[in-house]
């Protein structure tokens, strides 16, 4: 009954054992991380701040592939990804310690030890940051030492056929490595999503936004066309950042620094921001990795404070050519001076669409500049305005390969037909956006399979800092075609036909379809 085949029989099932007791160790590693660091400091947590030192060395051609790939979804794809390679190292782990136990814990410490080596390089870190890595790796040892333990005996006794490892106590095994795991997930996932919507949002909701100079910007009418909307709901709009854990900050306790190059340093909290006039406008925003035709773009009303005019009660140096705007986490932009001085509506901004800022928009200030792409820009939850010079400092993206200034290139998209669609023979209404932020569209053309360019009937605008919305009515005749749209902004500079990639300062090119008509 207990000859060797049922002993390697006994083997292969222990080593399934053993994957499981190092999975159950990685994930009581996480769970416990995340809550310590909503106790401590969500960003300190292991899987944050572990992702948040590979997004900054990773190379950029290894960025652009997750955007392109996974698009504003690509942090949560690089935590899944974290998850998956640590439980299977876990699985592997957990074999090996059934015979060397020292060989699990050693690893676990080693990992540890990552976590809190990463947690530590974080912009504002304390030595409390090392807690929740120090906790969780303390937590998995155990886990694993209790479940490694038990298996143990299993194994001294696999050479014994008279005593298997019986089916009771398999199936008590199996549950209790279930239980760890799934309970470890529930309260892993329950704490960072308490943790990202617990006390801010509760904070945001008490925010009451103050009344603009001037009455509240509306819409214009026929900004909408062909059942295409001019403003972007705040759920919908694209999120690209650095951030693997969305910052909680609490705008009793925000305050906003402008120093540097400047002759009159400020400071000021969140409640100094609101009894300060307000503008509203409409503005599009756009990311630099916005691929042609991409939808990385959005248009949404913001309202905040005139940067101009605090710029200029700080009285920056003559030499002062770059405002690094710097964000809690320690992401920083670097904005051309002269731009946030020219007289355009860039703001910090507390409001968008009539509400606070959404928290992972920026809560409870962000930057908003017309015309530059967001990387040299559009900070979020902003904590400081330091008045620098190009030469002196690069900012986040810089070193990374991209352009220190970046004003955004004159785009449009073809929304309606969808690419791949097929349509009926006969009228058919193309429709799409086009947006050249702070020089306007003047124009916007359709073309069929390289035939001539039509012009296309275009929708109002609040201003020229804004996308404008067109359409275009084909006669369609059945067959495959392609179909091709370009813009002209407002200066006359119609969009360039050469095709370039998003790095170093935006992508080029005519976006294009191919639709079926039958």
Not at 199 to 207: G, K, N
Not at 348 to 368: D, K, Q, S, T
């Amino acid at each position: 009954m207990g000859g060797p085949y049922r002993d390697t029989e006994q083997v292969t099932r222990l080593r399934w054992y053993g994957v499981l007791a190092g999975m159950a160790a990685a994930a009581v590693a996480l769970g416990v991380g995340e809550v310590a660091g909503l106790l401590f400091a969500p960003r300190a947590s292991p899987l944050v701040a572990v992702g948040g030192v590979v997004i900054d060395v990773v190379p950029e051609s290894g960025k652009e592939l997750a955007i392109r790939l996974f698009g504003i979804y690509d942090k949560i794809a690089l935590q899944v990804g974290t998850v998956v390679i640590l439980l299977a190292i876990a699985g592997l782990v957990g074999v090996l310690s059934l015979r060397r136990l020292w060989i699990g814990l050693a690893t676990i410490a080693a990992f540890g030890l990552i976590g809190i080596v990463a947690a530590l390089t974080r912009a504002e870190a304390t030595a409390v940051w090392a807690l929740p890595s120090l906790l969780g790796a303390a937590a998995a040892g155990a886990t694993l030492w209790l479940a490694i333990r038990h298996l143990q005996d299993s194994v001294e006794e696999i050479t014994e056929p008279a005593h298997p490892m019986g089916t009771s106590e398999r199936r008590h095994f199996l549950q209790a490595m279930a239980a760890v795991i799934g309970g470890a997930a529930v309260v892993g996932y329950g704490g960072r999503a308490f943790g990202q919507r617990g006390a801010i949002e509760v904070a945001r909701s008490a925010v009451r936004l103050p009344t603009p100079s001037g009455a509240t910007v509306p819409a214009p009418p026929g900004a909408d066309v062909a059942g295409l909307s001019y403003v972007t709901p705040n759920d919908r709009f694209y999120r690209i950042d650095t951030a693997i854990v969305v910052p909680r900050v609490d705008p009793a306790t925000w305050t906003l620094t402008i120093r540097g190059r400047v002759r009159r340093p400020i400071r000021l909290t969140f409640d100094d921001l609101l009894k300060r006039p307000m503008i509203e406008r409409f503005v599009t925003l756009a990311c630099v990795s916005n691929e042609v035709g991409g939808d990385l773009v959005g248009n949404a009303k913001w309202l905040g404070v005139p940067v101009k005019d605090l710029l200029e009660e700080a009285m920056p140096d003559p030499g002062a050519d770059q405002v690094v705007s710097r964000s809690v986490d320690g992401f920083t932009a670097g904005t051309p001076t002269e731009v946030l001085l020219d007289g355009r509506d860039a703001m910090l901004a507390i409001g968008m669409n009539g509400e606070p800022l959404p928290v992972e928009h920026g809560f409870p200030v962000r930057m908003v500049v017309p015309g530059l792409y967001g990387y040299v820009s559009a900070t979020k939850w902003l904590a400081e305005l330091e008045l620098s010079t190009f030469d002196d400092f690069d900012a986040y993206w810089v070193p990374r390969g991209w352009a220190p200034r970046a004003p955004i290139k004159t785009q449009s998209r073809i929304d309606r037909p969808r690419d791949g669609a097929t349509v009926p023979a006969g009228d058919v209404v193309v429709a799409g956006v086009a947006w050249a932020p702070h020089r306007g569209i003047s124009a916007v053309e359709v073309r069929v399979d390289e035939g001539p360019w039509q012009p296309a009937t275009l929708g109002t605008v609040a201003s020229v800092d804004t996308w404008r919305l067109w359409s275009w009515t084909w006669a369609a005749t059945p067959g495959e075609h392609i179909l091709a749209v370009r813009a002209t902004d407002g200066t006359g500079q119609a969009q360039t036909s050469e095709k370039a990639p998003p790095a170093p300062d935006g992508a080029t090119g005519w976006h294009r379809i191919a639709v079926t008509v039958r």
